[in-house]
């Protein structure tokens, strides 16, 4: 048995058309990279463009909220005042430390604006619930405005928001470790990303390519015969191609991600193995559904606040915070799909790990995963005996898997079927609401399954020599 899996495993590695596929999945990484790279450098630009215009907004802003502060005598010009100009400075020292690559300089700024965020709406809490008035306004205006289009429930998950975000970063100023933007590609950002963003929409493709000829190229070789004629069952001669099949592509994923963790390190640095990020505590105790480790919370709307002395909408700053979807405490996922009416932070259910121990975590589902569309794709090589349309059916389920999945796979499909599970990322850090322990189950089960129908379709198989 052993001989005969080394026998195939050779078999695998003398195909060209086995290298032609590991050089596109080596290109389609080296694009991800080179793409997140650029995107990265774009990014940053826009942020320090978008931190110019908004240093100059605020600090306009706070003057003029002074000057209705020293004519009303309103505290609630006067804490506009007061936080616009904390914004301000927020903007304006990100830009600086944008410019200069000062990770702690960044931090800094952060937890300043945080605090001062913090400071601000638990003020906006006390108006909002009678605690503090404005006398100074007209048939108390402030108080009005703050509960009808901020009640102390949305101030106060506001509130959380930030104080989420000011833990985080003062971890990370407190440990040393380095902001990590979400495009920027450093050793275990690189493999983080790559697990999460790129492999489940290729890693299908790839490795059914690999192995989609694996059993028709004996036919197209005329290598049946001499196969057969050796004194093996055909279930150990289907089980090794199985067994080589996934030795190969385990072996090829694992060392590509490796490899490129290497080079990406050697390049941009490998960040620090112990950085944050989210996991969710249940998803490897339990197969039922869990909600999402990142829940949705109601701003306080206080833009219309502002608008109120103004007359101008400032929604400045929560576009500013809320300007990228996928990007959550520098990795994970940060803000909503309607970004001036709430925010996502993390839920009870959630807890921060290292990076690299959480990159472990992960790779039980990643082995099973190609595992399983290893011996799929032998499957199908297996009953389609023409190389060329098996080629073809291995592409068109690639594909669907991997671009189709969200929208073809629902309810208990989806539940039940082992190509859900391609992003081991999201099963870990709970932002699905399939769990590790399921995903583990299912692809384990699927395995069995699809080696048994290997076995039958195998042995019953007339093939002609």
Request: proline share 0%; hydrophobic share 40%.
């Given at each position: 048995m052993k001989n005969l899996i080394l026998f195939e495993i050779k078999k695998i590695l003398c195909n060209r058309k086995n290298w032609i596929v590991c050089?596109?999945?080596?290109?389609?990484?080296?694009?991800?990279?080179?793409?997140?790279?650029?995107?990265?450098?774009?990014?940053?630009?826009?942020?320090?463009?978008?931190?110019?215009?908004?240093?100059?907004?605020?600090?306009?802003?706070?003057?003029?909220?002074?000057?209705?502060?020293?004519?009303?005598?309103?505290?609630?010009?006067?804490?506009?005042?007061?936080?616009?100009?904390?914004?301000?400075?927020?903007?304006?020292?990100?830009?600086?430390?944008?410019?200069?690559?000062?990770?702690?300089?960044?931090?800094?700024?952060?937890?300043?604006?945080?605090?001062?965020?913090?400071?601000?709406?638990?003020?906006?809490?006390?108006?909002s619930t009678g605690e503090v008035v404005d006398d100074h306004l007209p048939g108390k205006l402030g108080t009005l405005v703050f509960r009808l289009l901020g009640g102390p429930y949305e101030i106060n998950e506001e509130i959380a928001y930030y104080k989420s975000q000011q833990t985080f970063h003062e971890y990370l100023l407190n440990n040393n470790i380095s902001y990590i933007g979400h495009y920027e590609m450093t050793g275990y950002h690189f493999l983080y990303s790559c697990m999460n963003e790129l492999f489940p929409s290729i890693l299908a493709l790839i490795l059914l390519l690999l192995v989609s000829d694996i059993v028709s190229m004996e036919k197209d070789m005329g290598s049946y015969k001499f196969l057969l004629l050796q004194p093996i069952s055909r279930g150990k001669v289907i089980l090794s191609k199985g067994i080589a099949a996934s030795i190969v592509t385990i072996t090829m994923v694992l060392g590509t991600l490796f490899s490129f963790f290497l080079i990406v390190g050697a390049i941009n640095g490998f960040g620090s193995s112990d950085y944050p990020v989210l996991k969710s505590d249940v998803t490897y105790s339990t197969t039922k559904d869990i909600p999402s480790n990142i829940y949705s919370v109601s701003s306080s709307l206080d833009d219309f606040c502002f608008a109120t002395f103004s007359m101008e909408g400032d929604i400045s700053y929560k576009y500013y915070d809320t300007k990228d979807i996928n990007f959550y405490q520098g990795i994970s996922l940060y803000s909503s799909g309607k970004p001036y009416q709430s925010y996502d932070i993390p839920s009870k259910d959630s807890s921060y790990i290292e990076i690299y121990k959480f990159i472990l975590a992960c790779l039980p589902a990643l082995i099973l995963f190609i595992t399983f569309t290893a011996f799929f794709g032998v499957l199908i090589s297996t009953i389609i005996h023409n190389s060329l349309i098996s080629i073809v059916l291995s592409i068109l389920v690639g594909i669907g898997v991997g671009f189709g999945r969200d929208r073809l796979l629902t309810g208990y499909l989806k539940r039940y079927l082992p190509f859900s599970y391609s992003d081991s990322v999201s099963l870990y850090n709970g932002t699905t609401c399939e769990t590790m322990l399921r995903a583990l189950i299912t692809l384990g089960i699927g395995c069995v399954v699809v080696i048994i129908f290997n076995y039958l379709f195998f042995r019953k198989k007339d093939i002609v020599c």
């Open positions: 050089a596109l999945f080596f290109f389609l990484i080296m694009l991800f990279i080179f793409s997140n790279n650029e995107k990265n450098k774009q990014y940053t630009k826009k942020d320090i463009e978008a931190c110019e215009i908004l240093e100059k907004w605020y600090f306009v802003k706070a003057g003029n909220y002074k000057k209705m502060y020293e004519q009303l005598g309103s505290s609630l010009c006067k804490n506009f005042s007061e936080v616009s100009a904390a914004r301000s400075q927020y903007f304006h020292d990100k830009k600086y430390a944008l410019n200069k690559h000062d990770n702690n300089a960044l931090l800094k700024a952060e937890i300043a604006y945080e605090k001062a965020q913090i400071k601000y709406f638990n003020w906006g809490y006390k108006l």
